[in-house]
């Protein structure tokens, strides 16, 4: 846990160094320095790695994604975390990155960015936890979508990744109201008695 002594010693190897410097020792650098809870040093460290990258065509791996969106959620730099996020679902395409690039957009105002991220997760199948299911029927409902708010609580309740509670089937009737599908609304509201 002397993480302060691992970036002093690749730095003196680097003094010393004649080749060219490999990218992981940035890398290395900046999982030090997070872990040292320095996290300005370790958001500086993992971007010159990832430029290094780029510039010496090497493919970065996704743990050093990762740890840029780790350092800079520390940092608080929601702008920052939107465009590391960008790039990790480029790359990687994972359900967790398309919800938490939603999230990010909602954090920095972006609601109709958050809303087509969270559409297009939707349609691939990435939606798939009860607070996902929600977050989503909410969007839906305030950005004037009842209809598709409707189908995304129904679809959960009928999956059973939403309860059918009290909260979950008002929910559920409130958006097929506003959507003026009263009979629905109604039998939605049926399952409570």
């Excluded at 939606?127 to 929600?134: A, E, G, T, V």
């Excluded at 598709?148 to 939403?162: D, S």
């Amino acid at each position: 846990e002397e993480y302060s002594k691992t970036i002093s010693f690749l730095e003196r190897w680097e003094s010393i160094n004649e080749g060219e410097i490999p990218v992981k020792n940035n890398v290395l650098k900046a999982q030090a320095s997070y872990q040292g809870k320095h996290y300005q040093d370790a958001a500086q460290y993992i971007d010159m790695a990832l430029s290094e990258a780029r510039k010496q065509e090497v493919e970065p791996k996704e743990n050093w994604f990762v740890l840029q969106r780790a350092a800079y959620f520390e940092l608080k730099q929601p702008k920052k975390l939107v465009s590391i996020l960008e790039e990790m679902v480029r790359r990687f395409n994972k359900p967790e990155y398309w919800v938490q690039l939603a999230g990010m957009y909602g954090e920095i105002g972006a609601e109709e960015k958050q809303l087509a991220v969270l559409e297009a997760a939707y349609q691939q199948g990435y939606i798939s936890k009860q607070s996902d299911f929600r977050n989503l029927a909410q969007i839906y409902f305030f950005n004037g979508l009842p209809y598709k708010a409707a189908i995304v609580m129904q679809q959960g309740i009928e999956q059973e990744v939403l309860t059918k509670n009290v909260k979950n089937v008002k929910c559920l009737s409130q958006a097929w109201l506003t959507a003026k599908e009263y009979d629905k609304a109604v039998t939605s509201l049926e399952v409570l008695s």
